[in-house]
């Protein structure tokens, strides 16, 4: 798209960030403890503090009152920019969580995920581009939010996706008094993790849930109606390996528990934190469109934990975080711990802060609602309705560039319509219901298969 047709168009709102995107077999893990290399992890490179650094301060004198390797707690305090009323509900929940889901493509056909038959594909232009997946990772974070989590689908199958991840990660670092991106996260199923982790640890990704649903490869090809157990188990061992060397990856492996199926796992997954710093998060079967759910293949969660508690005795409860999902435990004297998504029997619903955007750019507020608002045809109106790709992304840069140096007329910011946008996903997310439905209601109600939403 020509520059001067984006000149042309008038700006409604102000851009208040600034923008800088510039006897079954078991897993053969690599133990941390087998690794005595003197050499780390480099990972990321930090971003660049947008204040000049503070002179560094001889610890043989005393540090003058003007002087301070860091800001003050009051003075971080003072500056701090209210939460943003766009992502606070009703019921004073704030929305600092935003999961991207970037593709509808998997290379698996997980049972309880995906109909046996597939589903019908989007046309690729009603799906996001990747400059519009980084323009709305950029509006998000500057209303506060700090985690943003990339799913699908299986989002390694995107080829796009190192570039995008790149993109994200320069979202890090403080600016106009939000905290700035602190985590860029993925959902994968591992497949093909392993040929692309490097680079993306590279990129900023700070955090995986890996989705595996059992520890037999045979058992494996039955859950998934494919291979690939194997590809699996190489990407797991890449993330020990890099964690070992300092790279800092939170890895959290997703076990979906389906009665008659893979129960009979449960131990077997809560055996692999003996020594290894691993989180197994066990998740009870949820219902979606496709996935054939009845609650007689639902293990509750404290069925399983008393199956685990009559094995380990020692089994200890784990402070939970602000906003978690889980029920955390540890068995004591083990490295890693384990844990239990409760959606179906004790829903999580008071601590919610996620938001979801689906890959054809559909706001979800709740995971389980049937509710959605397009953020992408509002956000291509900036294009006169056609998708942002790269050569208009580039065209709207250069006229930022040309308003900010006073070349162009016009109220700075990328997006023209960006006030139309956050008073869109306001109205959504005031629209937030206390809970989602219960278990009864679930299984009648109309939802886009799992695949869709990406979870």
């Not at 998997?106 to 323009?135: A, D, F, K, W």
């Not at 199923?189 to 037999?216: F, H, Y």
């Not at 399983?304 to 089994?315: A, F, H, S, T, W």
Request: glycine share 8%.
């Amino acid at each position: 798209m020509a520059v001067e047709k984006y000149a042309q168009r008038s700006s409604v709102a102000l851009m208040r960030s600034s923008r800088r995107l510039h006897s079954q077999p078991q897993f053969n893990f690599i133990a941390a403890a087998s690794y005595h290399k003197t050499t780390s992890w480099r990972g990321p490179a930090a971003p660049v503090a947008e204040s000049s650094t503070p002179e560094r301060i001889s610890v043989d004198s005393p540090a003058s009152p003007s002087q301070s390797f860091k800001p003050s707690r009051f003075k971080r305090i003072q500056e701090a920019a209210p939460f943003s009323s766009f992502l606070t509900d009703n019921f004073y929940r704030q929305h600092d969580y935003l999961r991207i889901s970037i593709t509808e493509k998997c290379n698996l056909r997980c049972l309880y995920c995906m109909p046996e038959e597939g589903v019908p594909q989007s046309p690729p232009s009603h799906l996001l581009t990747t400059p519009e997946i980084v323009l709305l990772s950029e509006l998000f974070v500057s209303q506060g939010v700090t985690k943003i989590r990339l799913t699908g689908g299986e989002p390694t199958v995107r080829k796009d996706i190192l570039p995008m991840m790149q993109q994200i990660g320069q979202l890090r670092g403080a600016r106009a008094g939000r905290e700035g991106l602190k985590d860029l996260c993925l959902t994968t199923n591992g497949i093909s993790l392993w040929r692309k982790l490097d680079p993306m640890v590279e990129a900023g990704l700070t955090g995986i849930n890996l989705s595996l649903d059992t520890l037999d490869p045979y058992q494996f090809q039955i859950m998934t109606r494919r291979k690939g157990f194997d590809a699996v188990q190489r990407s797991i061992d890449r993330i020990l390996e890099m964690n070992a060397l300092g790279a800092g990856i939170k890895l959290k492996i997703n076990c979906v528990v389906m009665r008659g199926l893979n129960d009979r796992e449960i131990l077997d997954f809560v055996e692999l934190g003996r020594e290894k710093d691993i989180e197994v998060r066990f998740i009870e079967y949820m219902p979606f469109d496709g996935n054939k759910w009845s609650e007689g293949k639902m293990l509750p969660f404290q069925e399983m934990l008393d199956r685990i508690k009559e094995k380990y005795p020692g089994v200890e409860k784990v402070q939970d975080h602000k906003n978690d999902t889980s029920k955390t435990y540890r068995v004591s004297g083990f490295v890693g711990k384990f844990g239990f998504i409760t959606s179906m029997t004790h829903n999580f619903c008071g601590t919610c802060n996620r938001l979801r955007i689906t890959s054809d750019g559909n706001l979800k507020v709740c995971l389980f609602g049937n509710d959605e608002v397009s953020l992408r045809d509002i956000l291509r109106e900036n294009n006169m309705g056609n998708p942002i790709d790269e050569e208009a992304f580039e065209a709207m840069k250069r006229i930022e560039m040309d308003r900010k140096e006073g070349r162009v007329d016009g109220a700075l910011g990328m997006l023209n319509n960006e006030s139309k946008l956050l008073d869109v996903i306001g109205i959504a997310v005031k629209g937030k219901k206390e809970k989602h439905a219960g278990m009864g209601e679930l299984k009648d109600m109309k939802n886009r298969p799992m695949i869709l939403i990406g979870g």
